[in-house]
């Protein structure tokens, strides 16, 4: 689609010939892309700056990325401004943040060390995990099942979330079983409402450049207490005190 329809420079590199096909001819199904057979399996990150440097690519297809040097000629190759599509071995995308090997895909994770103010406003440790650099890649999919993917539009906020411990926002597509034409449904997936009332805290605190009074915090998570059920219930109020 990308090399016939989108008129790209498509270049595959195809370790065990999964996609273009075991043969001399390259299998139709890739179209006007090219294709870069793999010698041998420890010699694929060579292959792919090779194409790079030879073929001048705007879309490079990789089989699958599961080493370090894989995946340090894939950063490479992105940071050139080429659109990158890879398959890597992952129930998760936090088993790819968790991935020593791999997490470079994901744009690397590091360690830092936050002042006390900074770790106080976060209410966590001075130490914490943040990423390191940008991602390779926009946006991620998570296979489920065979009708069921896990879209993660950004990809970077995603790796954020996950590193603070947040809930990262993904979309579920769904194939409709009852569509002939294979129409998939898309449902997106939002943050607990705990997690959301955190963020509005925190976000009255940054502007305010102080702690928030009963009216804003009120403002902020009680639209939901107003005609709700149509009872009388007592609303619940919270007043945050800081030590000067």
Do not use: W
């Given at each position: 689609?990308?090399?016939?329809?989108?008129?790209?420079?498509?270049?595959?590199?195809?370790?065990?010939?999964?996609?273009?096909?075991?043969?001399?001819?390259?299998?139709?199904?890739i179209?006007?892309?090219?294709?870069?057979?793999?010698?041998?399996?420890?010699?694929?990150?060579?292959?792919?700056?090779?194409?790079?440097?030879?073929?001048?690519?705007?879309?490079?297809v990789?089989?699958?990325?599961?080493?370090?040097?894989?995946?340090?000629?894939?950063?490479?190759?992105?940071?050139?401004?080429?659109q990158?599509?890879a398959?890597?071995?992952?129930?998760?995308?936090e088993?790819?943040?968790?991935?020593?090997?791999?997490?470079?895909?994901?744009?690397?994770?590091?360690?830092?060390?936050?002042?006390?103010?900074?770790?106080?406003?976060?209410g966590?440790?001075?130490?914490?995990?943040?990423?390191?650099?940008?991602?390779?890649?926009?946006?991620g999919v998570?296979?489920?099942?065979?009708?069921?993917?896990?879209?993660?539009?950004?990809?970077?906020?995603?790796?954020?979330?996950?590193?603070?411990?947040?809930?990262?926002?993904?979309?579920?597509?769904?194939i409709?079983?009852?569509?002939?034409?294979?129409?998939?449904?898309?449902?997106s997936?939002?943050?607990?409402?705990?997690?959301?009332?955190?963020?509005?805290?925190?976000?009255?605190?940054?502007?305010?450049?102080?702690?928030?009074?009963?009216?804003?915090?009120?403002?902020?998570?009680?639209?939901?207490?107003?005609?709700?059920?149509?009872?009388?219930?007592?609303a619940?109020?919270?007043?945050?005190?800081?030590?000067?």
């Open positions: 689609m990308l090399a016939n329809d989108y008129g790209k420079r498509v270049m595959i590199v195809d370790t065990s010939n999964e996609i273009g096909g075991d043969g001399d001819i390259p299998h139709a199904g179209g006007n892309a090219r294709r870069m057979q793999v010698p041998h399996n420890d010699m694929q990150h060579k292959v792919l700056i090779e194409a790079v440097e030879n073929h001048m690519p705007q879309v490079i990789i089989d699958e990325i599961g080493t370090k040097l894989e995946a340090m000629a894939a950063s490479t190759i992105a940071q050139r401004g080429i990158l599509v398959t890597a071995h992952g129930v998760t995308i088993n790819l943040v968790m991935n020593p090997a791999l997490e470079m895909l994901v744009g690397g994770v590091q360690s830092v060390t936050l002042g006390d103010e900074e770790a106080s406003r976060r966590v440790q001075k130490s914490v995990l943040e990423r390191k650099g940008p991602s390779s890649f926009s946006c998570e296979i489920i099942s065979k009708a069921e993917l896990r879209v993660h539009p950004d990809l970077e906020a995603t790796v954020d979330a996950i590193l603070a411990g947040r809930y990262p926002k993904y979309e579920i597509r769904k409709n079983p009852g569509s002939q034409d294979g129409i998939m449904e898309s449902s997936i939002q943050a607990p409402l705990d997690e959301i009332n955190e963020v509005l805290i925190e976000d009255i605190i940054q502007i305010n450049g102080g702690i928030p009074d009963s009216t804003e915090l009120l403002s902020a998570t009680g639209p939901s207490m107003e005609g709700g059920s149509g009872e009388s219930e007592d619940l109020c919270i007043f945050l005190y800081g030590v000067l």
